[in-house]
């Protein structure tokens, strides 16, 4: 079973913009050998961008302090061991993205997320389905992950989620783990980045025929989703890699 190339998981974190964001790297693309943070660049002046929201969020809120050496312990990542920069900042694991600071994300560093894939047998033969939802934020069909909360186990998450922005109850205990790491998300930057634990289970059709789903607050729609190609490619962020993750492990069980 082979996964994407470590390059096709910093995609769009290099090169789409998101809708609250300034042009990455000055509208520069970032030539593919000077992204690792090991190849020197000493040209490279990322445009400096942190959310109002996020610097709103602290002291009474869910970002970490505006001054990063007020953090104490070292940075945590499912990738690994995280490196810093002069500063003191996390610097992201999958190199250079032409945004510094955090974005519009809270946390210096690997901000935990945690992504439930759900799925069926479709109507049409060999075709399977997957809960999905709409993000209100880019309009693009996602996963219903969400963040991890403070001390909250994965299995919490994972059911927390899909009941908020799926609208159904399901015990995820028991869900099999497809993947731990880094997610190519638009919002990351040079140091604040996304990771995810994607977490399967394949669902009985009587069963899945009883859930009545509908979309949360963070969705715009909800709905059984055929894994065609096309749905796939059209995916948030790398969510298309996890659900072929889902679809090979349906095949070879
Ligand atoms: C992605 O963002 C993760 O894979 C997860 O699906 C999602 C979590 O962020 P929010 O939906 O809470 O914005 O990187």
Redesign the pocket.
Known sequence: MSGPRASQLHEKARFLRHASYPERNHGVAIPDDRVPWTVAYPEYRPVSFTAPSVLENWPNGWADPPDVTKLTGVFQSHTGPVAVDGEGRPLNPMGRTGISGRGVLGRWGANF?A?PIVTRDGARPGVVEMLAIR?R?TGEW??P???VDRGEEISETLAREFMEEAGVTLDMRDAHELYRGY?D?P?NTDHAW?E?VVKHKHLSPAFAASLAPRAGD?ASEVRWMALTPENLEAL??S?ADFVRRALRRIQNP
């Open positions: 997320a992504d993000r934020d996602a996963i992950g969400g963040m997610v998300d919002r996304m995810t963070d948030y962020a969510h």
